[in-house]
Structures are given as C-alpha cells and as structure tokens.
C-alpha cells in the first residue's frame, strides 16, 4: 500500500526541492536568469501534485507495478533538479564577482559609518567642553527683597 504513494511522493518532493532551489535563486544577483526555470519547474510541479492527489483520493483502483512509463516523472523531476543545479553552478561560474571591487565598498561603507560615528562622539565632547567653561561661577543671590539697612541689622548682631 506505501509503494503506490512512494513515487508520486518522490516525484512531488523533487519538484519540491527544485522549487525552492528556483525561489532562493531568483533573490540573488543573477535573479533574472531564474524565472524562465522557476515557471518550468512550477510546469512540472503540477502535474505531479495532481497524480499524488488523483492516488491519495482512489488508492484501491491504482495498480502496485510500475511499468518504465511509470517511472517517467521521476525520471523527469531528478533530471530537472540535476539541471537546476547545474545551471546554478554554471551561472556561478560565467558571472564572476569581482571580490576587489566588492570589498572597496564594503570598506569605503564601513570607513564611512566609522567617521560619522566618531564625529558624533567628538561633537557630543565638544559640546560637553563648551558647557563646562562657558558656566557661571558662583555668585551671590540677590534678590533686594530687603533693603541693606535692614541686613545690616542682623549682621551686626
């Protein structure tokens, strides 16, 4: 009873793996080169999920044998996941990074945010500096809420 939904199964993981495989790729640099494969394998994708619903659904009637017709779709979806990663590694072959040019501006970035960083330091010292010798020093309060006789009566006593 397994071995009927072994292989549309298989089939239906491979297209699986070979999706997700197309979807991770099309987010990369040379994501453009990878819609033509996602749409495909999205093809042959659908397919295989109708069989494994069409045996999920009527299990007694489907014969246990497989013939090399059978095989067909897995023969298919292990060529096509064969393909898409070797279509992978020969973009990554052909397209070369240029690493140089890559950790200039990684580099100029990051000497970038260094220096504003340290020019936020050195403005937030240079305020701090200010206030500090720009304070008033202590003086007396005078608020002439009383008239100098009328101080000079207590500290006379």
């Known amino acids: 009873m397994v071995e009927i939904y072994a292989l549309p199964l298989v089939c239906l993981l491979l297209n699986f793996l070979a999706f997700t495989a197309c979807l991770r790729f099309l987010f990369s640099r ?35 044998s497989y013939t090399f017709l059978d095989l067909q779709p897995l023969l298919l ?12 590694f020969a973009l990554k072959k052909t397209i070369r990074v240029n690493h140089y040019e890559e950790q ?14 340290e020019a936020m330091i050195q403005a937030r010292k240079a305020k701090r ?29």
């Open 30 to 64: 040379q994501g453009l080169y990878w819609i033509v494969p996602l749409l495909l394998t999205l093809f042959i994708l659908w397919p295989n999920g109708l069989t494994l619903s069409r045996v999920a659904s009527a299990s007694q009637f489907i014969k246990a």
């Open 77 to 88: 979806s292990l060529f096509w996941y064969a393909m898409i990663v070797t279509f992978h």
């Open 104 to 117: 200039v501006r990684k580099n100029l970035h990051e000497a970038r945010y260094q220096m504003e960083q």
């Open 129 to 157: 500096r200010k206030q500090y010798y720009n304070r008033q020093p202590a003086t007396v309060v005078r608020l002439n809420a009383y008239s100098p006789a009328w101080t000079d009566l207590f500290d006379q006593r």
